[in-house]
């Protein structure tokens, strides 16, 4: 069984997200994508506005109805800073049988090898880079060792952000279809990112 691991800060997670997961599993060829919020990202310099409870919340409501989502709250689980060889380490020896593989935005890509032990975490697993039109990524920059373990696949452009999100939640401006509608609802009820 192939899986991508689709991680971030969901703060909150978006339509954008979800594409991007659904184009990592048709290209990439993967049996499911699991959804995993982290609990303190190690490259965000602001802690994340919603709870790690409210956005492992919203990520179950947004894999609702996708029998190739899975949400998985291993990071948020573990506590503390979330580094990817933790979490790859983590995984593997909670499920040896499943082979898995990071997706990540192309622009991340580049910065691979600045990674927390990067080295270690090629050796486990593989990466899908998502490649947006007009983004020009040359892996060939990469060591060589890194760059066998990258495979890029095409990704629609879709510019939505949570950053984005969050701005108009607090001018109190609609966010429909820009998050799935039980995220939208999450958020009312919850009264979240209106301060």
């Known amino acids: ?4 691991i689709m991680g971030g800060t969901f703060d909150p ?10 184009r990592a599993r048709v290209e990439g060829g993967l049996d499911e994508v699991w959804l995993m919020p982290a609990n303190v990202p190690p490259h965000k310099p602001n802690a994340p506005k919603g709870t790690s409870q409210q956005r492992w919340e919203m990520v179950c409501l947004a894999a609702e109805g996708n029998p190739f989502f899975r949400p998985i709250d291993i990071e948020i ?11 790859i380490e983590l995984l593997k020896s909670q499920y040896p049988d499943i082979a898995f593989t990071y997706i990540i935005g192309a622009d991340m890509v580049q910065y691979l090898p600045q990674w927390h032990r990067i080295d270690d975490i090629v050796r486990h697993i593989h990466f899908i880079g998502l490649a947006r039109p007009g983004y020009e990524l040359d892996l060939k920059q990469l060591p060589e060792h ?16 949570s950053t984005a999100i969050r701005a ?5 401006d609609p966010v429909r279809y820009l998050v799935p509608d039980k995220v939208g609802q999450f958020m009312e009820v919850n009264g979240l990112y209106e301060t």
């Open 146 to 161: 890194i760059r066998n373990r990258v495979k890029l696949v095409p990704m629609p452009l879709v510019e939505i952000s």
């Open 168 to 172: 108009l939640r607090l001018k109190r």
């Open 13 to 22: 997670i978006h339509t954008g997200h979800l594409i991007a997961a659904e």
């Open 1 to 4: 069984m192939l899986v991508g």
């Open 77 to 87: 689980n573990k506590g503390g800073v979330s580094y990817s060889i933790d979490t």
